[in-house]
């Protein structure tokens, strides 16, 4: 059988040294122990962790970066940008964008990724002859880059709320809940395999009526059920307007809110809110470098956990794509608001960017380097200019995805010293597909 030998391994209940991981054909680990290598061992040096997840992904956002930042500007100026790409793309060269965008997530160490997907239709809103041509554009582009997907296929109904879909934002929608919800359970249909699940996603308030939010709550039980919640204070303001309460307390009266749901950013919340989330046991995922780059601010991740509410993270519009920086700013960023350090360890980091990210995502089994588990890992080395001298133990304090060794998805290496296996030289395949896209 397979095995890989870790000079230092991340598991569950403590870090190890010298740990023989041994992998079954079918990419699952059959046995974790202290021990000698195996004279077949594959040697993995550094500090192994289990893959990362990044539980929130909008892969063409990719193209954005260091694009948007001409006069400063605001959340909703980036968003006119993003409206001028999302006009741009079709299955093809979606295809080959997120392909790439992948392949970058690999190299740097995620494992698995949560596509808030709604980028739907064609530019004038007609769904494509086959309904999820975009769709299965990023499960293609997933397959190939070798990482696991979860496509949060998201409902997208308004321009805001009480208005009607305008310009590029057509290309999003589907008209009710019954339609959006008959074109997702043909991804369902279709199965699942080893590396791909389907959940749903609410793209916010602004853009599905509140009417309509139950029977979106009701829609693919049992899947994963993400949503956009108050990254923005206009939109806590267009809610309390139009519903006279904010977004999250309109999300549990409409039973949105569960434990198979997902908050994404949840910067703008009051303590009522914070409670209805965490009696809920709704996860909340936050994406530290987008809310830094848009300038959202910093949401309550130590009062969130408190409540009960489980942290994972993603990276959204890809301003960074680094696991572990962003892992890192969960913890800045507590810091910056409460002045004290150590709001998280470091355990609990790792945490919310591998077991509880892939919980979120439907991958309940993974996410950690146990009997059962897929043999997702990712080794870090330890002798790079930001890594020597540090401890073991403090390495998500101090790593990047620079120090990235080798990544292993399935028990097959994807990716080694910033390279991908199968799709070579990454920044090369990114640099062409975003200079085709806005040529």
Do not use: K
């Not at 040096?45 to 500007?73: E, I, K, Q």
């Not at 968003?79 to 964008?97: F, I, K």
């Not at 489980?310 to 969960?330: I, K, W, Y």
């Not at 910056?336 to 089994?365: C, I, K, M, N, Y």
């Amino acid at each position: 059988m397979l095995s890989y030998w870790c000079s230092h391994a991340w598991l569950p209940d403590s870090l190890a040294d010298g740990v023989l991981v041994t992998v079954a054909d079918d990419g699952t680990i059959t046995d974790v122990r202290q021990a000698d290598p195996r004279p077949d061992s594959r040697r993995l040096d550094g500090v192994v962790f289990p893959g990362f997840a990044n539980a929130h992904s909008h892969a063409f956002h990719r193209a954005l970066r260091g694009r948007t930042h001409a006069d400063g500007g605001t959340f909703w100026t980036w968003r006119d940008t993003m409206y001028r790409l999302a006009q741009r793309l079709d299955p093809d060269s979606y295809l080959r964008l997120a392909r790439a965008v992948y392949a970058e997530m690999v190299v740097c160490g995620v494992t698995c990724v949560g596509e808030f997907h709604y980028l739907h239709h064609d530019p004038d809103g007609r769904p494509y002859a086959d309904a999820n041509a975009m769709g299965h554009a990023l499960r293609q582009a997933a397959a190939d880059a070798g990482l696991r997907l979860t496509l949060l296929d998201t409902c997208y109904l308004t321009g805001g709320i009480g208005e009607p879909l305008d310009g590029v934002q057509r290309r999003f929608g589907d008209g009710s809940v019954a339609v959006w919800a008959e074109r997702v359970e043909m991804l369902v249909d279709e199965g699942t395999d080893a590396t791909t699940r389907i959940g749903a996603a609410v793209h916010s308030v602004r853009a599905v009526p509140a009417r309509e939010l139950p029977e979106l709550a009701s829609a693919l039980p049992g899947r994963p059920l993400h949503v956009h919640v108050s990254e923005q204070p206009a939109e806590n303001a267009a809610c309390l307007a139009a519903h006279g309460r904010s977004p999250v307390a309109l999300l549990h009266e409409t039973g949105v809110l569960s434990p198979r749901t997902t908050a994404v950013h949840a910067t703008h919340l009051s303590p009522e809110d914070v409670t209805l989330l965490g009696d809920s046991g709704t996860a909340v995922c936050f994406c530290p470098s987008t809310e830094a780059d848009l300038a959202d601010g910093l949401g309550p991740a130590r009062e969130l956990a408190a409540a009960g509410c489980r942290l994972c993270l993603g990276s959204d519009q890809h301003a960074v794509v680094d696991p572990l920086t962003e892992a890192r700013a969960l913890e800045h960023g507590e810091r910056l608001r409460s002045g004290h350090r150590g709001r998280f360890t470091p355990a609990a980091l790792v945490a919310a960017a591998t077991v509880d990210g892939h919980a979120a995502l439907g991958w309940p089994e993974a996410g950690a380097i146990s009997v059962g588990a897929p043999c997702d890992l990712v080794a870090v080395r330890t002798d790079t200019v930001r890594t020597a001298g540090a401890i073991p133990e403090q390495l998500p304090l101090v790593a990047s995805a620079t120090d990235v060794a080798t990544v292993v998805v399935g028990g097959r290496v994807v990716a080694e010293d910033g390279r991908h296996t199968t799709l070579g030289d990454v920044g090369a395949l990114l640099a062409r597909e975003i200079g085709e896209l806005w040529a």
